[in-house]
């Protein structure tokens, strides 16, 4: 099993700038997804952004232009740079893996599948 530990999560006015880190420890195959996926309370959980460990990405509409996903592969460990944050972005982050699908990683993050590692989620905050 991947152990996800997320961290990067705080508080933040609108307009700053985070950055979350998710380093996957254990054993990973060489074919997988590395992103996340976020929940505000009253609020379905979303994906956010994904990648794949040959480097394609994908995002929510909502976060397109703002946040950026990216991996270092060396060091197991995915980030995601949040710019113009806005009060909507508050929620819990949760960092999430899920195995390569032949359809790609959107299916485990905006289709019918579930990535089946989780971490614990970091919270972020925006404020006006």
């Known amino acids: 099993q991947v152990q996800l530990v997320e961290s990067g999560g705080g508080s933040v006015q609108s307009g700053g700038s985070l950055r979350l880190s998710c380093a996957a420890y254990?054993?990973?195959?060489?074919?997988?997804?590395m992103g996340w996926f976020r929940q505000a309370p009253g609020r379905e959980r979303e994906g956010v952004a994904v990648?794949?460990?040959?480097?394609?990405?994908n995002y929510a509409d909502s976060v397109k232009g703002r946040f950026t996903i990216s991996q270092d592969n060396a060091k197991n460990t995915m980030y995601l740079q949040m710019n113009s944050l806005k009060p909507e972005d508050t929620a819990m982050y949760y960092c999430a893996a899920d195995f390569l699908r032949p359809g790609g990683c959107g299916d485990s993050w905006w289709g019918p599948f579930t990535p089946a590692n989780w971490g614990r989620g970091t919270q972020v905050t925006v404020s006006t």
């Open positions: 254990g054993y990973i195959y060489s074919s997988i997804c």
């Open positions: 990648i794949s460990s040959d480097g394609n990405t």
